[in-house]
C-alpha cells in the first residue's frame, strides 16, 4: 500500500450547517424480509436494486450522505449519477453473517470493498460492528481499528456503527441494560478514531424529550469526535422527536434508513409513495438538523 491520501473532511456528507443528514440504504438479507413481511414475497435481485435506486432518486436530493452497499445498487446508482452535487456517496465496507430472516450476527471487512472495487467518487466507508461483551470483544476491537486504518490509507472517512447485543448470560439473569452498553461500546471503540461514531438512540427513543436529551449528553460525553444517531430499533413515528433530542444532547445528526422508507416497501408505486411519505419525513429531519444539530467541527 502506498502513502495514506488526504482524507476528506466530514463536509464532503455534511450540510452547510455542519450537521448531516443521512440516508441508508446498504440493507440486504434484512431488505428481503422487510418485502416478505409487507407481503410482497422475498424479492428477486432486480427488485431489491430497483427499490434502492428509486430511494436515492426521492431522497438524495434532500441528504448530505446517502449509504449504499456493493451487493445491490452502488454500481448502477454511481453509474446513474442520481447523487447530486452536496450529497456525498458512503459505501458499506462490511461483510454481514446472517441467516435469512435473522438479524446480523458479526461481521468483517468486505475485502472486495477495499481491494477490488473501484472507488471513485466513495466520499466514506461504512463498518457496522456487533458489540457484545463476550469471548469476542478484543476481535471486534481489533476489526474496528482495522477498518478505520483501511479507510485512512485509501484516504476516505470512516463511519463506525456499533449495534450492542446481550450476550445469553446477561438475557436470562436480566442485567442487561441498554444505555449502559451503548456507553462502554462508545467508550471502547469512539477512541480507535473514526472520522464520524454512528450510536444507537439512547433508550431506544422511548422516553420523554429531557430524558432522552440527558441520555444523549451522558452518550457524547463518551464519544470522542463527531457522532451521529441511527434508526434501528426506534419506533418510526418517534424518530423525530428522538433525532431532536439527540442533536440537543450533542449529535450531529443522523445516518438513518427504516424510519425514512420502511412502510413504503412493497408499495405497488414506490416512487409515488417515496414523494408522499419519506420526502416530508426527511425534510422535517433536515429541518431539526439545521436548527438543532452540533456542528461536526463544534464536536
Do not use: N
Request: hydrophobic content about 45%; proline content about 6%; some cysteine.
Amino acid at each position: 500500500m502506498t502513502a495514506a491520501a488526504s482524507a476528506p473532511t466530514l463536509d464532503a456528507i455534511a450540510r452547510p450547517s455542519g450537521g448531516l443528514a443521512m440516508v441508508a440504504m446498504d440493507q440486504r438479507e434484512s431488505l428481503s424480509t422487510m418485502f416478505d413481511q409487507a407481503g410482497a414475497g422475498r424479492p428477486d435481485r432486480d427488485a431489491i436494486v430497483r427499490f434502492k435506486l428509486d430511494v436515492a432518486r426521492a431522497l438524495a436530493p434532500l441528504a448530505s450522505g446517502f449509504l449504499i452497499d456493493r451487493h445491490y445498487g452502488f454500481e448502477d446508482m454511481r453509474a446513474g449519477g442520481l447523487l447530486p452535487p452536496g450529497c456525498g456517496l458512503i459505501l458499506a465496507a462490511d461483510a454481514l453473517e446472517q441467516e435469512e430472516g435473522g438479524p446480523v450476527e458479526e461481521t468483517s471487512l468486505d475485502r472486495v470493498v477495499l481491494d477490488e472495487t473501484d472507488l471513485g467518487g466513495v466520499a466514506a466507508l461504512k463498518l457496522l460492528v456487533i458489540w457484545r461483551r463476550d469471548a469476542h470483544r478484543e476481535q471486534r476491537v481489533a476489526l474496528a481499528e482495522r477498518f478505520v486504518a483501511a479507510a485512512r490509507e485509501r484516504g476516505l472517512l470512516s463511519v463506525l456503527e456499533p449495534v450492542v447485543r446481550a450476550t445469553p448470560a446477561e438475557q436470562r439473569d436480566g442485567s442487561w441494560d441498554l444505555d449502559a452498553a451503548i456507553r462502554e461500546a462508545a467508550s471502547e471503540l469512539s477512541p480507535l478514531g473514526p472520522s464520524l461514531y454512528k450510536a444507537q438512540v439512547p433508550s431506544a427513543g422511548v422516553g420523554s424529550p429531557e430524558e432522552l436529551q440527558h441520555l444523549s449528553e451522558l452518550l457524547g460525553a463518551r464519544i470522542q469526535g463527531p457522532w451521529v444517531v441511527l434508526s434501528q430499533g426506534v419506533d418510526r413515528d418517534s424518530f423525530l422527536a428522538a433525532v431532536t433530542a439527540a442533536c440537543r444532547g450533542g449529535a450531529s445528526g443522523f445516518l438513518a434508513g427504516r424510519a425514512l422508507w420502511s412502510d413504503v416497501v412493497g408499495r405497488p408505486d414506490v416512487p409515488a409513495a417515496l414523494a408522499a411519505v419519506s420526502v416530508p419525513r426527511l425534510e422535517r429531519l433536515v429541518e431539526v438538523v439545521d436548527a438543532e444539530a452540533r456542528p461536526w467541527r463544534q464536536a
